[in-house]
């Protein structure tokens, strides 16, 4: 069982940056590829980042560049820097976790997920 929190949300101006960190519980961190999620009003979730265990990355391809995903396994967190951030990033920010090798971007595919974080943008 893998617990995870979001943290790091809330409001900032257009262009501004925001780090959103996710904290998981359990030894065995490391094991799991960690994704990244969003959800805007009125619209489905939607996949934003992951991270495999040995690092490698995938993003969806509107926001790289500007976003970028990071973990640290001896503190069993996820990280996404925001950066330039605009009015449509604004959503409810989930992580999530897949015991896998390869990345997913199917959120079937993740085991386990947090309560998310809001992240607003303002123009």
């Known amino acids: 069982q893998v617990q995870l929190v979001e943290s790091g949300g809330g409001l900032v101006q257009a262009g501004g940056s925001l780090r959103l960190s996710c904290a998981a519980s359990g030894r065995t961190f490391s094991m799991y590829v960690m994704g990244w999620f969003r959800q805007a009003p009125g619209k489905e979730r939607e996949f934003v980042a992951a991270i495999s265990r040995s690092g490698n990355t995938d993003y969806t391809a509107s926001l790289k560049g500007r976003f970028t995903i990071s973990r640290d396994n001896a503190k069993n967190t996820v990280y996404l820097q925001m950066d330039s951030l605009k009015p449509e990033d604004t959503a409810v920010y989930y992580c999530?976790?897949?015991?896998?090798?390869?990345?997913?971007?199917?959120?079937?595919?993740?085991?386990?997920w947090g309560q998310g974080t809001q992240v607003t943008v303002s123009s």
């Open positions: 999530a976790a897949d015991y896998s090798i390869l990345i997913s971007r199917a959120q079937e595919n993740y085991d386990y």
